[in-house]
């Protein structure tokens, strides 16, 4: 395929469990290095593209969610709770503070 530097595909069946960015070229070399990767949901997208017109870059982030613990694990004490939810809330927050600065440089707002 000399000259191809990008490649539309939609993918169909099976082949949706595959990261075609990862398959090998050869040894040395995967697909998403040596092309630019396109995925569609549809090929009727080349022929009627969508424009995505971003009306609100807003993105809300949530963290130290705590779903349920100890009904997937019930060896876990609940008395343990209170002192993990604030390591867990200090954490999250860190981690959605660097996302947030990501986003800023997307031109997105975020909400903690």
């Known amino acids: ?11 169909s069946g099976l082949l949706h469990r595959l990261n ?6 050869d040894q040395d070399l995967i697909l998403s290095e040596k092309y630019q990767l396109i995925e569609l949901n549809s090929t009727r997208q080349l022929v009627f593209p969508h424009i995505n017109d971003v009306k609100n870059n807003l993105a809300v982030l949530y963290g130290g969610l705590l779903l349920i613990l100890t009904a997937r694990f019930p060896m876990m004490n609940c008395n343990m709770l209170p002192a993990m939810n604030y390591q867990i809330l200090l954490i999250s927050l860190q981690a959605d503070q660097e ?3 990501i986003f800023w440089g997307l031109s997105v707002r975020s909400i903690l």
């Open 99 to 101: 996302v947030g600065i």
């Open 1 to 11: 395929m000399a000259g191809v530097n990008k490649i539309y595909f939609s993918p």
């Open 20 to 25: 075609m960015d990862a398959v090998p070229v």
